[in-house]
């Protein structure tokens, strides 16, 4: 899919096709960011059931 949204920007111009890549980046980047906030809040959530669990 990005393949062919590369190849359509490319034929519209430079501006085209550099906006479409940095979007690309963009949301690539995202998704790694989203899946390192959930494994933090993951790691988060079990120190305070442990933290909890001590404190019984």
């Not at 190849?7 to 501006?15: H, R, S």
């Not at 479409?20 to 993951?42: M, T």
Request: glycine share 2%; charged share 25%.
């Amino acid at each position: 899919m990005f393949n062919q949204l590369i190849k359509i920007a490319a034929a519209q111009g430079i501006w085209t096709l550099l906006s479409i890549v940095l979007i690309i980046y963009i949301i690539q980047v995202q998704k790694l960011r989203d899946a390192n906030q959930q494994k933090r809040e993951e790691n988060y959530i079990n120190l305070i059931k442990e933290l909890v669990e001590k404190e019984k």
